[in-house]
């Protein structure tokens, strides 16, 4: 995906009205100027926003519930590691002076995750500002034995972000430098902490962009977007992590500052050790800077919000999508019809066109406003008039290119307003993509307040959700593990972005074979030796 910016040409008003019979139409021609980019399907306006609440921000009520501590809740043993002395706060104290923090409030935030469904309980959280702090620290609490949680935005959706006991929290919220950006190259080099919104505009006010972006940007961080591989809304334009990211250093558990932050496009000079990092979950190590390679900015963005009768034709619009918009196709997401009941209730937004069972926000980026209008507007039509879509809007300006963007990216939030969730984030083969929501309706039938699915379609990503007023084990049990099993049988993956944390590291068996998981273990045994850096995450329990 790109940024949602308005595009140079204006899209003037050009409205269709969709006939009764599935693919006829009447076209009412309605000029304001010379450009021919249609905004279409009645052109609804695009309303009722409501304020954006940040991933990571807090957006629950003070009167919330209390989170059962993850110990309690879940069947897991503290490993033998050391407890924080006073000794050690004062040792800490030297390293990083006034950094130190013990007050239990401040700590609140830092223990639960942002979808409050897990809580560890660590006395101490340290906020170095550099690498060699980072360095003394796990040198320090590597003689110590000290376990350590490494933190960033604490944005995660699957427990890896926060304590499972009383682990030593790592913050990486002071490490927020721009090191340095070539303006040819668009190779820019920054600290982990820096938040991936902030990088954006960084970016942008020098006719970049970041090749990636999420719903949780305005908290999460760059440390930990690589960490856990985050995939996200520009993956199908611009792909992964691990392609995008040319260098980082990272700090080992033994204090040892490994420096691979190369800015170099070819280096085929050995392993390429960044990947061990990429993914791992602050497992091996704590990312502390990264080298990453930004696009240059588009021209021209435009924004289509689509609804589909059926996924069948989700799937033959997309088919369609490629063929037609080619090179400057951007973004190609799906959501279902509850997930749009679910933002309109919980969040106000309203729905831009006409009700349907699914919707298709499709995005377009390029470097010339009127060649992509004119491939834009030739998609529109055909699609249209052939009846895989029934309605739909184009954005005409960048506020309207928002909000169409938050009926996508505000799912999640709105969820978490629902009730108790469970999340699944799973790749599939896209012509099975949505039957697994289908039978997990079946399969659970009025225990579920709200089965949905929705994703990035174009990716072959899934996020299933489910939706109870509280945490229920006989529901998890019915979940559990049919949705990997059934993953499994279709060859997927049981995590397509979210990571592994601590809710999924029972499960890699059903996507890892028994060899790769024993070699997983060997890496960690070799880089972590006493297993201090984010236990009890990523990687199954030993026997």
């Known amino acids: ?126 906020k170095p500002q550099t690498s060699e702090e980072v360095s003394h620290i796990l040198r320090y609490c590597h003689e110590r034995n000290l376990a350590v949680n490494t933190q960033g935005g604490n944005t995660g959706l699957v427990g890896g972000s926060v304590p499972v006991f009383d682990e030593i929290i790592l913050s990486t919220a002071l490490m927020n430098q721009v ?57 199908l334009r611009y792909g992964s992590l691990r392609g995008t990211v040319l260098g980082l250093e990272a700090v080992l558990a033994d204090g040892t500052i490994l420096n691979c932050l190369t800015s170099l496009r070819k280096d085929n000079t050995g392993y390429d050790l960044k990947q061990l990092f990429i993914g791992s979950e602050g497992t091996l190590g704590v990312i502390t800077a990264v080298s990453i390679l930004c696009p240059p900015k588009p021209r021209a963005v435009n924004v289509a919000f689509l609804g589909c009768p059926g996924f069948a034709e989700v799937l033959q619009t997309f088919s369609t999508c490629k063929g037609m918009l080619g090179e400057i196709l951007s973004a190609y997401e799906f959501m279902d019809a509850e997930c749009m009941q679910l933002v309109g209730h919980h969040l106000l937004l309203a729905r831009p066109v006409q009700e349907s069972p699914f919707y298709v926000l499709v995005e377009t980026s390029g470097s010339r406003a009127e060649h992509d209008a ?52 799973v790749s599939l083969p896209v012509d099975r993509l949505y039957d697994l929501v289908t039978d997990l309706r079946a399969r659970l039938g009025p225990r579920a307040k709200h089965v949905v699915g929705y994703g990035h379609l174009g990716d072959g990503n899934l996020h299933l959700n489910v939706t109870a007023e509280a945490f229920s084990a006989s529901l998890l049990a019915e979940l559990e593990p049919y949705v990997y099993e059934w993953t499994a049988q279709q060859r997927g993956s049981v995590s397509a972005e979210h990571g592994v944390g601590f809710k999924k590291r029972s499960v890699l068996g059903y996507s890892k074979p028994p060899e790769a998981l024993r070699l997983m273990q060997q890496l960690k045994a070799l880089l972590d030796p006493k297993g201090l850096l984010n236990p009890y995450k990523t990687l199954p329990a030993r026997a």
């Open 1 to 126: 995906m790109v940024p949602r910016l308005a595009p140079r040409c204006p899209l003037w008003p050009f409205r269709w009205q969709v006939a009764c019979t599935p693919g006829a139409f009447v076209q009412q021609s309605t000029w304001a100027g010379p450009s021919r980019t249609p905004v279409w399907g009645r052109l609804h306006g695009v309303q009722g926003t409501t304020p954006l609440v940040r991933r990571g921000s807090s957006s629950t009520s003070s009167q919330a519930p209390e989170v059962a501590l993850t110990c309690e809740r879940y069947p897991v043993r503290r490993l033998p590691f050391s407890s924080v002395s006073e000794e050690d706060l004062a040792t800490f104290e030297r390293i990083i002076p006034r950094r130190v923090i013990t007050d239990p409030e401040e700590l609140e935030a830092s223990n639960v995750d942002w979808l409050r469904t897990v809580r560890g309980c660590s006395k101490v959280l340290l």
């Open 374 to 425: 004119e491939k834009l507007s030739g998609f529109l039509e055909h699609v249209l008039g052939c009846g895989l879509v029934t309605d739909g809007t184009v954005a005409p300006d960048q506020r309207k290119m928002e909000a169409l963007w938050a009926l996508r990216e505000r799912i999640t939030e709105a969820l978490s307003r629902d009730g108790y969730v469970y999340k699944y984030d």
């Open 179 to 235: 090191i340095s950006f070539h303006d040819v190259s668009g190779i820019l080099v920054c600290q982990a902490g820096c938040i991936l919104e902030e990088l954006s505009r960084y970016v942008e006010e020098r006719d970049f962009i970041m090749p990636l972006d999420l719903g949780a940007k305005g908290s999460c961080h760059i440390g930990g977007n690589l960490a856990t591989n985050a995939g996200g809304l520009r993956f």
